[in-house]
Nanobody, 121 residues
Framework: QVQLVESGGGLVQAGGSLSLSCVAS????????MGWYRQAPGKQRELVAS???????NYADSVKGRSTISRDNAKNTVYLQMNRLKVEDTAVYYC???????????????WGQGTQVTVSS
């Protein structure tokens, strides 16, 4: 079974920076796309950024230019660097991946448990 564990959330002042990490563990054959979503109180979960196996990236307009998603395939890890944080970035951030486990070798969409990011004014 493949699992995702996020880290790096916390409290930061507006204008500051934060780096999130997400490690995939388990018996993994391969990982295709990886990404970050967020959900603020009372709002729907939304895409923040994603990265394909070929390192093609996609960003929400709200974070474009302020955030960078990257991955280390050797470590089964995806990162999200967020700069010039705004109060409206406050949310629970979830890591997601489309992974193929060793058994069964069927692509599965996996979600982490989430990490809280709070930006204070």
């Amino acid at each position: 079974q493949v699992q995702l564990v996020e880290s790096g959330g916390g409290l930061v002042q507006a204008g500051g920076s934060l780096s999130l990490s997400c490690v995939a563990s388990g018996e993994i054959y391969s990982i295709n796309s990886m990404g970050w979503y967020r959900q603020a109180p009372g709002k729907q979960r939304e895409l923040v950024a994603s990265i394909t196996g070929g390192d093609v990236t996609n960003y929400a307009d709200s974070v474009k230019g302020r955030s960078t998603i990257s991955r280390d395939n050797a470590k089964n890890t995806v990162y999200l660097q967020m700069n010039r944080l705004k109060v409206e970035d406050t949310a629970v951030y979830y890591c997601t991946a489309v992974a193929i486990p060793m058994n069964p070798m069927v692509p599965q969409e996996i979600w982490g448990q989430g990490t809280q990011v709070t930006v204070s004014s």
